[in-house]
């Protein structure tokens, strides 16, 4: 069953956006539910907080998804950080796992409301690492994010229109992030060949066998 695109959450119209505020838009919205939802912890209408943490869930099911398809493998490229971006995936699949607990969850379970406390206070510790150190690195790179906000919106449309399709496999086509460096947005950064540093006494033995294999071997055999 696609999700509604109607909500103000996922609606992806807005053209010739910049990536960044895209997300940071993105980070906007779910924290005024995650306030919504904070006001209506004691007391609330059961309704009301399972609404609100169905859409919590389907923004940053979407958010996640539209970062670690397209986002991330393009700032990888752009920026020496792969410290930040791991901890940026290893911060999401946290997320991951709470949302699934919430989304198969009644909000008059046990620990119910204390979940979506957690996973907000998540969501805003991994919002100060990319708004505070991830962004400003994409900015100062000079990669085209008016060119990877088209990519964004564009995949966030397909996972709107058919949230059960599988994720977009990691060597996309789009190159528009590239701005002329000839990578797809989803490929994954060059292994670094690493020299092996070779003891004195193999040197030694591999020149000997070197010189050994050039040198010509003798006819010992005796003439017919």
Not at 65 to 75: K, L, M
Request: charged share 30%.
């Amino acid at each position: 069953m696609p999700m509604d695109a109607k909500q103000e959450s996922t609606n992806p119209s807005a053209q010739d956006q910049d990536a960044i505020d895209l997300l940071i838009a993105d980070h906007r919205r779910v924290a005024r539910l995650f306030a919504q939802f904070g006001a209506l912890k004691e007391g609330g209408d059961d309704d009301a907080k399972a609404s609100i943490v169905a859409r919590i869930c389907q923004e940053l099911t979407v958010h996640t998804a539209i970062e670690e398809e397209i986002f991330y493998p393009a700032v990888r490229k752009a920026i020496e950080d792969d410290d930040l971006l791991d901890e940026a995936y290893v911060e999401h699949a946290g997320a991951k796992a709470l949302i699934a607990q919430l989304l198969g969850a009644d909000p008059n379970d046990d620990f119910y409301d204390a979940k979506v406390t957690v996973l907000g206070e998540q969501i805003d510790h991994h919002v100060e690492e990319e708004e505070g150190s991830m962004f400003p690195q994409v900015k100062a790179s000079g990669i085209d994010t008016v060119a990877l906000a088209a990519a964004l919106l564009q995949r966030k449309t397909e996972i709107l229109a058919d949230p059960n399709a599988p994720p977009r496999p990691t060597g996309v086509e789009d190159d528009a992030a590239g701005a002329g460096r000839g990578e797809g947005f989803g490929d994954p950064p060059p292994l670094k060949s690493k020299k092996r540093t070779l003891s004195p006494q193999k040197r030694t033995r591999r020149t000997i066998v070197a010189k050994a294999r050039s040198t010509p071997k003798k006819n010992s055999g005796k003439a017919r």
